[in-house]
């Protein structure tokens, strides 16, 4: 059974065939159209050099410490957020803070009861 490739259908096919993906009839008759088809032919070239290119630029954007040095920034972020010791000497003064606030308007109620014990006997 022979399948025709025509321009369209070959452009369609470059991305499967790049991938090695492509049924055996469909790989032969692209591969006789490009033989046959200088236009194909460029086009595919370009399309490889796109795709190259794309790859080459995975490859800058993710060398192999790549996972790590995320894993240590996540780690160094979240660490900042949740455990950082300054966090932590921010959050204990703000809670003594809150806690000699309670006890100061303590001791003004209690300064004030005293110092006009009068109006504790208001019937
Ligand atoms: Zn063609």
Redesign the pocket.
Known sequence: MEITV??AR?TELFSAYWDEDLAPADLSALEE?LKS?V??RREYQTFKKTVGAVGGLDRVMAPPDFAEEVRARIRKRSRGRFFSPRKMAERIPYELFSLVMLGLILAIYIVLQLSHPAQLKLP
Do not use: E, K
Request: aromatic share 0%; charged share 15%; proline share 0%.
């Open positions: 025509d321009h070959a159209h088809c236009v194909c």
